[in-house]
């Protein structure tokens, strides 16, 4: 019985070594080197090459290496009938808040500009906000959308959340469903995207919603590329209805060199980095939820197939 790790960036070997000096007994492989796929059972993926699970006939367990899993169900080959986990960590939680809360910092106090300015030695104060004066909605309340509220609270915000059904959270507001997201988007000055990427929430940033927010408003999407309809949001920047944005994730990573966000003053992006599994706090977890599924236990964070996440 063994475990393979399918990922196509390079941090397998950092994986392969957390999960065995946290349980010398694993075997382990990585999906690039020798092994026998028939012994397999478990697949650790992250962005796995389309196609590749199929070459494990006896698995019997999935887990993503990552909080989501919309990868997963874009595979079209994937054995989607066998369980599925996702990572739920503390430290990734925290690492979302950290990014998010340096996200609004930095637009409430205009640093960006400052630094074009510093470049051609420009000396321009500009207008700052203050924490108490600024609504913030995130959408989607899962674990990372309501530790990031709960921190943005506690710091001074004025926070609301929007999710499938109303959360009771202290100095949250909760907004739920479709029929409450207008109320929602009417008052968030900062919109921060965390849902997870479905059928039902591919291209919901999109100039419908775009046009519910309060002008000048700033959008901050750390969920996925898929959420956002790029042009939609150029155009509502252009439009001077949306102030600007902080992108993590895109539809494709890297973002193509020819793409518009690279040359737009109002976006900044960072390179889907804002909260990265870190193999101490996640492996403990994944050998948990390896040892659970040999003894026929209950798994951990399983996914609902329905949902989608
Ligand atoms: C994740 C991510 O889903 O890094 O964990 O995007």
Redesign the pocket.
């Known amino acids: 019985m063994s475990i393979v790790i399918i990922r196509q960036d390079d941090k397998i070997e950092s994986w392969k070594k957390a999960l065995q000096s946290h349980d010398a007994t694993l075997e382990v492989y990585s999906y690039l080197e020798p092994h026998d796929k028939e012994k397999v059972e478990m697949a650790l993926v992250?962005k796995h090459p389309i196609g590749s699970l199929k070459k494990y006939p006896n698995l019997v367990y999935l887990a993503?290496?990552?909080?989501?899993?919309?990868f997963i169900f874009e595979d079209p080959s994937a054995p989607l009938a066998l369980p599925i986990t996702?990572?739920v960590d503390r430290q990734?939680a925290i690492d979302m808040s950290e990014h998010v809360l340096a996200l609004i910092l930095n637009y409430l106090k205009g640093l960006d500009s400052y630094k074009v300015n510093q470049t051609k030695k420009i000396w321009k104060p500009v207008p700052y906000k203050r924490i108490a004066d600024v609504r913030v909605g995130i959408l989607g309340l899962g674990v990372l959308g309501t530790q990031v509220a709960q921190d943005l609270a506690k710091v001074g915000f004025q926070v609301q959340g929007w999710a499938h059904s109303h959360k009771e959270l202290q100095n949250i507001k909760s907004y739920a469903g479709n029929n409450e997201l207008n109320p929602f988007l009417n008052g968030s000055d900062v919109l921060v995207c965390l849902l997870p990427l479905t059928e039902a929430t591919t291209g919901i940033l999109n100039q419908h919603l775009f046009a519910q927010l309060p002008k000048n408003a700033y959008l901050i999407n750390?969920?996925?590329g898929g959420h956002l309809v790029d042009q939609d949001l150029q155009d509502f920047i252009h439009k001077q209805h949306i102030s600007g944005a902080s992108l993590?994730?895109y539809h494709e990573e890297p973002l193509p060199k020819d793409h518009f966000f690279w040359n737009l003053d109002e976006v900044l992006m960072t390179p889907?980095?804002?909260?990265?599994?870190d193999t101490n706090s996640v492996v403990p977890q994944i050998v948990e939820n390896y040892k659970r599924m040999q003894a026929g236990l209950p798994l951990f964070h399983l996914v609902s197939k329905n949902k989608g996440y």
Do not use: K
């Open positions: 992250w993503s290496m990552g909080a989501g899993v919309d996702r990572v990734l750390v969920a996925r993590d994730v889907h980095h804002a909260s990265v599994s």
